[in-house]
């Protein structure tokens, strides 16, 4: 990386300005949009991070003091305006409290990356980039460094249905050709991503890598759609992880057969060798734990919201 | 002038430290050794024979003078010996508490030849807490050189480095990767161990040099070494980023649910205060009989931390005996004051578990004692035939740590075999500027040791910017009528580096 001498100024700034002994290490969210009543995209303002991140690389996030620390892939960054996006999918409890308190100028208590190591781009020819649901997200920015990098991109997303679809066109955008796919049919073709990668793979013969992220049952779906052909298969894993800097290990995964940490091993693996049950049994660790904490919040938001009905629409 | 003091005058006795009851103990978080009053400190400090020929100070690994803030001590001159301390060591109130004594100065005490030692760790942990809530802090006046320093890891190594820089006059930034500093005395050494108070008090007594701590910060991710050489314009960096990366055993069971490291244990209550799920939202999920494998420190804070959230059950688990143990023999003690039974010379072959994938239980099998090994202590050999089942809902590693692979991965520093950073005597890696110490080099050891490297890297660092160790010079201080030596200015504090165009 060839250092400028635009940028020496850049990072010596945001050292030398900052105040006081203990930084504050807030982050200021600048700019939210919701994609459906559970999905929501969120641009923080970052400059260090936006410089830093590169496409397969997440970030850990404490919403509030009392939170727990989500590992969140990066969904796209900003070197220019500096800012870093991040797409969530309210399911748990921190989820959907960040879903009703991180709106536009509010502050994340703490954000910490990018984390991991980055995706290998490398010098492939033609590339199938995979994104189911939520995982359009963090796909897009290796499309985008694929086609940058000028591989030929074939883009290949699903969702339920088309009330859940985002990011269409700009996903498109990095593609030279795009299947976007539902379970009911009621956008592109009707069924699964693997039958968009059946499509690409009956298409072309000369692929040189398949990047599937999504739920890990549709990650492992895509491996096994890969595996008879013997096309090298990337996904991304997101176990459950404290630290995200490989001192807890929680998030060890079984990778062929060893044992990997996701959280500085990867996050992205050979999907071919990637042990999926045993992942998916390791996320539901908390089980429990978490539904408690989803019923207790949902009960104090109840009683909180007859004190105080919600004031107009979020935006 | 006082009689001098021989082995028979003094207090024969070494004054007890009172203890909260085990009983209680276990049901709350707070400190388990409460510490000296007045008159106990007094009649300790008697104690102190003030040989002329220090034993205790070699084995200190930051020199503290030790006769010599005791003496400080006897006379009553509390703050003078908190004066003394803090020449060689920003931490009392941390050091007195956590290190282990026994094997560096105390054992080496001469009164501990004929009877129990001088309790210097608690006479160091008594001055400590009084400044603490004196509100005394020393800070000696600096005089900026231009130096700007990096620091990757607030932890003991990092913390110790950042205040020997900033008292020679450099700009310290101090880089953490939680979102609270402290690294190790945060996340692993418990509550009723070591308090956060604690803590606070002495990374505030750091900002008070000057010290800027900024968290949230993984360095050779969101930059790189290369880069705060380069373009962030630090003269000089000290990589104390700690051990990490923990040991599995790789048997068959690991990746069920209720196998987890003692690192994530700790971090998930001390950090993150688990403990009080749901007010916090990090969950633990602890279990009612719970096998802790290893018996190193790590292994005691964790079965501790078990106790005190309510597990009915703690167990020890060890291949060895007590006698070979790695952890502090007063952990021990305490862990079984409260409780914990040990199980010696056992060994989990596998982890079983149930059909929903939680942990059910280990099979382990009896071990005996064979030659010794390298590091001096017997092999432990697997008994034929003696495999046993053991019931446990939750079972946690404590077996110690590989190295973090983070700046390995991200700078082209030397690594050593294992992965650990490599560096020379001086402790500088084999980038230009960039020294390292504590257990990124060393791998998993004490916090008086990483202090100890932090320090000694603080030392090379010096020498390396050209700024003359105000340490050396202090001494040739004392005489009031020498005003130079060998020309130079004996008030001089530091060089100023030329730089040639």
């Given amino acids: 990386m060839g250092s400028t001498s635009s940028e020496r100024t850049d990072l010596q700034k945001a050292f030398n300005t900052s105040p006081g002994l203990e930084d504050e290490s807030a982050v200021e969210i600048i700019r939210r949009e919701d994609f459906s009543d559970v999905t929501f995209m969120l641009e923080f303002h970052h400059p260090m991070m936006a410089k830093a991140a590169k496409p397969g690389q997440f970030v850990i996030v404490i919403p509030q003091e009392h939170g727990e620390r989500i590992p969140l892939t990066i969904a796209d960054f900003d070197r220019k305006k500096g800012t870093v996006t991040l797409v969530i999918q309210a399911v748990g409890k921190t989820t959907k409290e960040m879903q009703q308190t991180c709106h536009r100028g509010t502050p994340l208590f703490g954000v910490v990356g990018p984390m991991g190591t980055p995706s290998h781009i490398g010098n492939n020819k033609k590339v199938v980039c995979v994104g189911g649901g939520l995982g359009v997200a963090p796909v897009f920015p290796q499309a985008r460094a694929f086609k940058e990098s000028g591989a030929y991109v074939i883009g290949v997303i699903g969702f339920r249905n088309k009330e859940l679809v985002f990011w269409e066109e700009k996903f498109r955008k990095y593609c030279d050709e795009f299947i976007i796919c539902s379970d009911d049919g009621s956008v592109g073709i009707k069924g699964l991503v693997t039958d968009g990668i059946k499509l690409a793979l009956k298409k072309h013969t000369d692929i040189d890598e398949v990047v599937a992220i999504g739920p890990p049952i549709m990650m492992k779906a895509c491996a096994e759609t890969t595996r008879p052909a013997n096309i090298k298969t990337t996904v991304s894993l997101n176990p459950i992880m404290v630290d995200g800097t490989g001192m807890c290990g929680g998030c060890r995964v079984k990778i062929g057969e060893g044992i990997k940490f996701a959280c500085v091993d990867g996050p992205d693996f050979d999907g071919h060798q990637v042990d999926f049950d045993d992942l998916m049994n390791r996320l539901k660790r908390f089980n429990e734990d978490e539904k408690k904490a989803l019923e207790r919040w949902s009960v104090s938001c109840r009683i909180r919201g007859k004190e105080a009905p919600p004031t107009g629409p979020r935006l | ?501």
């Fill in chain 2, 1 to 501: 002038m006082a009689k001098k003091k021989t082995i028979r005058t003094i207090p024969q006795e070494r004054t007890p430290i009172a203890h909260q009851d085990p009983g209680k103990r276990i049901k709350n978080f707070d400190e388990v050794a409460l510490g000296y009053g007045l008159e106990d400190a007094l009649n300790e400090s008697e104690r102190c024979l003030m040989c002329p020929e220090t034993q205790c100070i070699p084995g200190c690994p930051v020199s503290i003078d030790i006769p010599g803030f005791i003496a400080k001590i006897t006379a009553k001159d509390y703050r003078g010996a908190y004066d003394v301390l803090t020449q060689s060591n920003l931490l009392p109130a941390i050091c007195g508490r956590v290190c282990p004594q026994e094997d560096q100065c105390e054992g080496l005490c001469t009164v501990g030849d004929t009877l129990e030692p001088v309790a210097i760790g608690r006479l160091e942990r008594w001055i400590g807490d009084m400044a603490i809530s004196e509100g005394w802090s020393n800070i000696p006046y600096r005089e900026p050189n231009g130096f700007r320093i990096g620091i990757v890891g607030s932890g003991p190594a990092g913390i110790a480095c950042a205040a020997d820089m900033a008292k020679a006059g450099c700009d310290v930034t101090v880089f953490e990767a939680f979102h609270k500093p402290g690294g190790v005395l945060r996340y692993g050494i418990p509550e009723f161990r070591l308090p956060n108070a604690v803590i606070d008090a002495e990374i505030d007594a750091l900002s008070k040099l000057g010290v800027r701590i900024k968290c949230n910060t993984l360095v050779g991710r969101l930059f790189t070494l290369e880069q705060m050489r380069n373009e962030m314009g630090f003269d000089a960096v000290f990589v104390g980023t700690g051990a990490g990366y923990p040991s599995f055993m790789d048997i068959p069971g690991e990746s069920l649910n209720g196998v987890l490291s003692a690192n994530e244990l700790l971090t998930r209550c001390n950090l993150m205060h688990a403990g009080e799920f749901p007010d916090y939202d990090t969950p633990l999920h602890l279990g009612q009989r719970i096998a802790v494998i290893g018996s190193g420190n790590t292994a005691m804070d964790a079965m501790r931390v078990c106790l005190r959230l309510g597990a009915a059950n703690v167990h020890c688990v060890y291949r060895r005996t007590r006698n070979e143990s790695p952890a502090r023999v007063e952990e021990i003690d305490h862990a079984e004051e409260e409780g914990v039974e040990f199980h010696w010379l056992a060994a989990p072959v596998e982890i079983l578990g149930d059909d929903q994938n939680n942990v059910r239980g280990m099979r382990c099998i009896r071990m005996e004692l064979g030659e010794p090994d390298e590091s001096g202590r017997c092999r432990p050999v697997p008994v034929q035939g003696s495999e046993f089942e053991f019931e446990a809902d939750m079972i946690v590693y404590a077996i110690g740590t590989n190295a973090n692979p983070i700046i390995g991965q991200t700078s082209k520093l030397k690594l050593n075999k294992w992965g650990y950073l490599a560096t020379d005597d001086t402790l500088a890696t084999s980038m230009a500027g960039v020294y390292a110490g504590g257990d990124i080099v060393t791998g998993g050891a004490t916090v008086i040791l990483a202090m100890g490297a932090g320090r000694k890297a603080a030392s090379s660092m010096k020498k390396y910017l050209g700024i003359r160790d105000t340490d050396s010079l202090h001494s040739t201080e004392i005489d009031d009528t020498i005003t130079t030596l060998f020309g130079i200015d004996t008030r001089e504090k530091n060089f100023a580096r030329v730089r040639i165009a």
